[in-house]
């Protein structure tokens, strides 16, 4: 689904997904059996991370090349520094707070078709991507592997960013350009919602 209704349909899965209490974020449940599957479902289990490695791929996507293969392979790369970091539990700033706050700029960054040097949206997506890492890196189970774990997150962060950019590539289509931008709005209103429930 292309176009209009295809950003309208989005829109509609991501405030369906935040009324979803379960969904809302992949951060409640730390006990979970571990290894590499663990940490493959870890991602998809958050409407915060999803939404965020989603808007990844699809900015990447309406940037253009070199951007489109940049983001989805550093936000990753850094995402596992990140995990590591929570794993030996090294001070940080509030996670939540800052996985909410990258859905927003994220979203807002697609809305509003923002194009930034190349080097300061690399850096504003690995900043986020420490963030998420963190969060998983913290709450990995205490049975689990962390390598298997940690391989488990990175390779379903990277899916992820490919269906985001399979989505973005709806530019290609006519009035795909404002339907996208249609749909980072929709992931910076959930964003918006995410850190509303944080309060």
Known sequence: MSGPRGAAALA????????????????AESGAAGGFASGFL????????????????????????????LLPVAFPLVM?????????????????????????VLGACIALA?????????ALVSAFAVFHGYAHGTELPAQAGAV??????????????????????????PRGMAALRAAGAAIALAGVAIAWRLL
Do not use: K, N
Not at 114 to 122: D, H, K, S, T, V
């Open 148 to 173: 298997a774990y940690s391989a488990g997150f990175v390779l379903a962060t990277g899916l992820i960013h490919v269906a985001g950019i399979a989505i973005g590539l709806v530019t290609r289509l």
């Open 80 to 104: 596992s520094l990140g995990g590591v970091a929570g794993i030996l539990g090294l001070p940080m700033l509030p996670i939540e707070p800052g996985i909410a706050l990258s859905v927003i």
């Open 114 to 122: 923002q194009r930034p040097p190349l080097w300061l949206a690399g």
């Open 12 to 27: 509609a899965f991501v405030a369906i997904a935040c009324t979803w209490p379960r969904a809302a974020f992949a951060h």
């Open 42 to 69: 870890h991602p998809l289990a958050g409407v915060d991370h999803v939404l965020a490695m989603l808007a990844v791929g699809m900015w990447g996507a309406q940037l253009g090349a070199p951007a489109i293969w």
